[in-house]
């Protein structure tokens, strides 16, 4: 046996921030012995768990990587031509290597502090003026989870904008040639809501007085390319509005929608660099007219100008969004897919407008010398008029044996059903693969020899685009891989990620993304697989979903768990259609109401309306808790109609409740079943289960407890675990067998959403095991714990538990500094950049607050660091309370103190250059220095300019 001594360190050691040493210390801090002893202080002794975690034990970064790599070479990796909105395509090695894989980038949260997020954001605006450019509509968002989602979130949107007309129509008119997945995802979305859908073919669509949209695909599901001009001007003289699923690619060279008349615009950006993944995740995007705006779901980036003057960018029109609506919002949307927008965005800077057009004319060329090779065979095609996707029907050989064929020279293709094959092709095709398709047909050289004497066939000219587009420079100033390189790392270097220094948000757990969890999604195995790949060449990914479902059930006490949801949000709306489900079996139809919590997340309410539900919110007391008897009042009240509960845990006020049993059992009474948002559950694996506890049902946020990155913003995951009477049903897919037996309609595009995500939740569980993880949660009770320790009399903890205690995270009441300072929570936040921190997170859920998570990956010395930094700011309110400075002009009404501010020819503060630039002494070992001053938001929502300004605009801002 060799000496354990020389044993490789255990990655719990890596993965947890303070070192065995350092625990001590932080618990003598506390008066605790253990933490053990922290943990019987904290949790309920009504719901800790006394058994281990039934997952395996920790595995090595070695035997994990090795386990990883087995599951991938599981799948098999063959030329996908299946289509349907997934293309294979190419990642340029730069954009790979700097932004997918660059912590500098997949650490960053969503940037709602604009002033440490201003390179991300251009990144964004980017990507929304190449939407806007390609589909030739003013406006569109920063990305959405996927086309099918993207689909349904433009059906509301067309609903709301028609105002009090739109509230009397219900019916959507949906084309059969869209995507069968975005039809199914788009029924699942509107059956709750009370809106029809009439599916059948757009040149017979009759718009009667119920029909307030029609949802058509550019190019068709099949490749068709059609000319919609006429059905538009039919739609709007009827007072609807019509939406264009489309690709970007193809608008290259096709006319664009809003020439043609559509009103929105929505489709994938996948195909921009980013891997199939086996569906995700994916970047999805929508554009509308400027008189939709307001309407538009998700977020948006918007130029406005900082306290200079000079033009930065914020997230804009925020009233929109769920966190701001609550129940009165018709989005839940809160992650989207930042990362990957990014990355299509930077493939479009790389590319410019010349090689994107290339790409797509390559594609069109090829396709059309295909289609004319298969017509010398006899073969039918569906349409004369396409982009890179052919419909075939073929005469040489049955269907089965086409496809057959096709596999042994490693193709996919697509079995339409019917006796017809789909063909789509994309920016790898190679002319070896033409060949290979051919063959597949029953044909072979000869074919392609004589349809080269026909005439290619060309796009009709009625449909060709004219326009320009992506004219901005950006697009055109970086095609050297030194000046994009260069250029990435400007951006990045203007942001604040984990790289830099600890994100304290609270309600977030921007943990540690550690490598070896984030290593196989570059891997081809795993990333090269289309989503509706057959199941034989998938075997890899099924036993790796089988695994992380059994581990997932173990670590929330549930009996089945559907992966599907391809964020937090989509798994709260997913939980609640399997509640609505399970009641409408039983025949419950009536029972429609919600009670939440008034401290709930804004995606509660949200996911709550979507999903056909009345909110009834129920108060909380004066610790922070549900108050029981409001509790038991309005579940009486509401009891003949009550569906569902919903309830945080720990609450979002940061503590564990002790009557979180007693919670349940009301909402038990009276026929209701308990929603669980798993957005705290890094406070509850391997100390208790949410399924022991009394929930029927919860989602996880596999990016905040089990480690996928933030990525400014996405991706995320949100897969739901419930309770065996509820597995039934669980989410299906037209595409794949998935969910239960009476499953409700998919929320997802793909099966699996952002499937290849997935592999960092499964490396993360298996290096730490069941004791890791349950470490995990004890060292992040403790730092929450020894923070609000350090920063007692300095600022007060709001909430705290029985035992005197919080959770993983803590509120800091910083509303009396408003009083006696004239200091805002927001003013602390643009001071701790100064510091080099990132803020907690702000006025939520308790407005004028800050929330407080150090997760528990964060060390002493980081932890000290922050409690320094708010010590001291702490300590510069304190001159403004006693009058030594100024209300007005401070450095916490002036922060943040950029670069230019500092280093300025005339200084008109009452305050020093030093005390403003470098508070603190770790500022002069490494200074991060927010890039503009503080944001101007009234201007940004006044002036919504959500497109590249001109290039003089940031380069005034370089030079300044």
Known sequence: MPNQQHAPTPFVQRHLGPRPAEIEHMLHALQLASLEELTARTVPASIRMEAPLQVPPAASETEVMQELADLAARNQVFRSFIGMGYHDCVTPAIIQRNILENPGWYTAYTPYQAEISQGRMEALLNFQTLVTDLTALPVANSSLLDEGTAAAEAMTLCRRALGRSGEARDVLLVDGGCHPQTIAVVRTRAEPLGIELQVGDWQTFQFSERVFAVLIQYPDTSGAVHDYAALCQQAHAAGALVIAATDLLALTLLKPPGEWGADVAVGSAQRLGVPLGFGGPHPAFMATREDHKRHLPGRIIGVSRDANGQPAMRLALQTREQHIRREKATSNLCTAQVLLAVTASMYAVYHGPRGLHSIAARMHAQAAHLAAALETMGCELHAADFFDTLRVRPQLRTVAKVLAAARTHGVNLRDFGDGTVGIALDETVTEADLHSVVQAFGGGAANFDEAAASEPAALPTELQRTSEYMQHPVFTRYHSETELLRYIHRLQSKDLSLTTAMIPLGSCTMKLNATAEMAAISWPGFARLHPFAPADQTQGYTEMFSRLEEWLQAVTGFAAVSLQPN??????????????AYHHARGDLHRNVCLIP????????????????????????????????????????????????????????????????????VAHEHGAQVYMDGANMNAQVGVCQPGEIGADVCHLNLHKTFAIPHGGGGPGMGPICVAEHLAPFLPGHPAATVGGAEAVGPVSAAPWGSALVLTISYAYIRLLGADGMRAATQVALLNANYIAQRLHGHYEVLYRGSNGLVAHECILDTRPLKVSAGVEAMDIAKRLMDYGFHAPTVSFPVAGTLMVEPTESESLAEIDRFCDAMIAVRDEIREIEQGRADRENNPLKRAPHPPQDVCADVWDRPYSRMQAAYPAPWSYVHKYWPPIARIDDVFGDRNLVCTCLPIEAYAAVDAA
């Open 567 to 580: 964020a937090g949000s989509q798994g709260e709306y997913a939980g609640l259609l399997v509640i609505r």
């Open 598 to 665: 008034s401290s709930a997340h804004g995606t509660n309410p949200a996911s709550a309306t979507m999903a056909g539900m009345e909110v009834v919110v129920v108060a909380c007391d004066a610790d922070g808790n549900v108050d029981l008897a409001d509790l038991r009042a309005k579940a009486t009240l509401h009891s003949a109609n009550l569906a569902a509960l919903m309830v945080t845990y720990p609450s979002t006020h940061g503590v564990f409740e002790e009557s979180i049993r007693d919670i349940c059992a």
